[in-house]
């Protein structure tokens, strides 16, 4: 029932902040006890855990993009957002958004798999190009 939805755009210039929403519906994303959380697979890459946030509001980060990515929710629109910075072409990837049921992402050498996540968004394609 639990349903997530990416969006924002498409395109973003390099040096400009990458900002997408995740649109919650059939829960909430304060509920008992979940971890509302972005990913991303840039062409011809695994998949990368980014970051999270809890049903409790505290954020986790991948170490590699801690310095450039915040993640933020707003509880009355049931939403949560991922905003990074200083975009290059390297970012471009498909995003995800996703839940989990439990911090996997408690290490620092953390890779995501798929069933660490019981629903997932469909995924948005962002491209870095000027």
């Known amino acids: 029932q639990v349903q997530l939805r990416e969006s924002g755009p498409g395109l973003v210039e390099p040096s400009q902040t990458l900002s997408l929403t995740c649109t919650v519906s059939g829960g909430s994303v304060a509920a008992n006890y979940f971890f509302w959380s972005w990913l991303r697979q840039p062409p011809g890459k695994g998949l990368e855990w980014m970051g999270a946030i809890a049903y409790s509001g505290s954020t986790y980060y991948s170490p590699s993009l801690k310095s450039r990515a915040s993640i933020s929710r707003d509880t009355s629109k049931n939403q949560f957002t991922l905003q990074l910075s200083s975009v290059t072409p390297e970012d471009t990837a498909v995003y995800y958004c996703?839940?989990?049921?439990?911090?996997?992402?408690?290490?620092?050498?953390?890779?995501?798999?798929?069933?660490?996540?019981?629903?997932w968004g469909q995924g948005t394609q962002v491209t870095v190009s000027s």
């Open positions: 996703a839940r989990a049921d439990s911090l996997y992402s408690y290490s620092d050498t953390y890779t995501p798999r798929r069933n660490h996540y019981d629903v």
